[in-house]
């Protein structure tokens, strides 16, 4: 487990698939900025079983163990990508803030990476908030990039380099 202040990040379990099944169900839960997903159970536990090194994922979950989302990682060509969501009301309250900086800690302390990057709907300015919190800084406009409730969306483009990161922000313990 990642410890932070107010939130740890726990690695998911093949019992935690039904959860996470059960928000991926709900159109909700990704926000009006992400694609409709809809993944019966057989094809998670596939994506479960075929998860490597270079892709995990998360739970946010508070201290008392409350699941409140999930973030991850996974290779994006030669680059490392982090993504996030939280529960609709668990938004707004700096944990995907806090979320994002354990992440990074951790992907900059447990590996050889030169830079971290995410992307966002051009839209969704709350999730650029948080990355430009942790240190990201905006690349530009990937065009076209996500095809997303019907038509075709724009995305923003982030990164943060190992030298602009430095040293650890928030991440505490590691268990």
């Known amino acids: ?18 959860l996470l099944i059960d928000w991926n169900s709900n159109s909700e839960f990704y926000g009006e900025y992400s694609p409709l997903r809809q993944f019966s159970k057989t094809e998670w536990e596939k994506r479960y079983d075929n998860l490597t090194a270079d892709t995990r994922w998360f739970f946010i979950e508070k201290k008392d163990g409350t699941k409140i989302g999930e973030i991850g990682h996974f290779m994006f060509g030669k680059f490392l990508e982090i993504f996030y969501y939280l529960v609709q009301g668990e938004r707004g309250k700096g944990y995907g803030t806090e979320a994002v900086m354990i992440m990074v800690d951790y992907l900059f302390l447990s590996r050889e990476l030169v830079r971290v990057q995410a992307t966002t709907d051009v839209s969704n ?7 430009e919190k942790v240190g990201f800084t905006k690349e530009g406009i990937i065009r076209k ?3 997303s409730r019907g038509k ?6 982030y990164s943060i380099l190992r030298e602009e990161w430095k040293e650890p ?3 505490t313990r590691t268990t």
């Not at 487990?1 to 039904?18: C, S």
């Not at 300015?125 to 990355?131: A, D, I, T």
């Open 1 to 18: 487990m990642l410890e932070g202040k107010n939130v740890n990040l726990r690695i998911v379990e093949r019992e935690d698939l039904p």
């Open 169 to 171: 922000k928030i991440l």
């Open 125 to 131: 300015v709350v999730s650029q908030r948080v990355l």
């Open 152 to 157: 075709w969306c724009d995305d923003c483009l």
């Open 145 to 147: 990039s996500n095809f």
